[in-house]
């Protein structure tokens, strides 16, 4: 089951705060969030692994809700450079999963 | 660190012709990899875990007699797109994950991509 995000696309003027969401029907280990630009690979951006935990990214953070099974990435002052489309990646709990499946993705673009 | 390489970024075939894909980690050893392949404006869908010395495991819906996919070293694994037609025409890209003192929870590296385009 992919992770379902929201919303699938947003745009903003420099300097906006956005809030992209990740919502999954299984039980997660850890959720990862990525950003692709066009025609590019994704760049890794963080991992969530505990219930509750929040991290930091220069203005780009995120939390993660494991009893709702549901994490978010906090912009803040967006920049040109924050263009792309996002993409959180999610883990199963199951013992020896250790794939990562993708969210549906976000596209974010940020006009000056 | 943590580099994946692949090769080639962009390849265009004829349908009926089959095309090789590689992936290497070059600066850690990779025991699994992942391929995945993206259809534009949409997500990453994982086709395959690749595990060193051992059968791909396929996602379901994915035909391993069409995706071949060999993991012989720790650092290279290639997927060959066999007898291609215009609907395998996508962008292709491997993962890795650094696994000396990481498991899961680990950061996925990607390569490059290749992006396939079948005629």
């Known amino acids: 089951q992919q992770p379902v995000q929201s919303p699938q696309a947003v745009i903003l003027r420099e300097g906006e705060d956005a809030v992209i969401n990740c919502s999954s029907s299984k039980a997660l280990y850890s959720v990862h969030w990525y950003r692709q630009k066009h025609g590019e690979a994704p760049v890794f951006l963080m991992i969530l692994l505990k219930g509750g935990e929040q991290k930091g990214h220069e203005k780009i953070s995120a939390s993660f809700n494991e009893k709702k099974q549901q994490s978010s990435l906090y912009l803040t002052a967006s920049q040109l450079s924050y263009s792309g489309t996002y993409f959180c990646?999610?883990?199963?709990?199951?013992?020896?999963?250790?794939?990562?499946?993708f969210g549906t993705g976000t596209r974010l673009t940020i006009i000056p | 660190g943590a580099v994946v390489s692949q090769h080639p970024s962009w390849v265009i075939c004829k349908s009926g012709t089959s095309v090789k894909i590689e992936c290497r980690s070059l600066d850690f050893q990779a025991t699994t990899m992942f391929w995945y392949r993206q259809f534009p404006k949409q997500s990453l869908m994982l086709m395959a875990t690749?595990?060193?010395?051992?059968?791909?495991?396929?996602e379901q819906g994915v035909e391993k007699d069409k995706f071949l996919i060999n993991h012989a070293s720790l650092t290279l694994s290639t997927l060959t797109v066999t007898s291609a037609h215009p609907e395998d025409s996508s962008f292709y890209i491997c993962?890795?994950?650094?696994?000396?003192?990481?498991?899961?929870?680990?950061?996925?590296?990607f390569g490059n991509g290749t992006r396939l385009t079948v005629t």
């Open positions: 993962s890795a994950r650094d696994y000396v003192g990481q498991g899961r929870g680990s950061p996925l590296h």
């Open positions: 690749s595990n060193e010395g051992s059968k791909a495991t396929y």
């Open positions: 990646g999610t883990e199963g709990r199951e013992f020896g999963n250790e794939k990562l499946t």
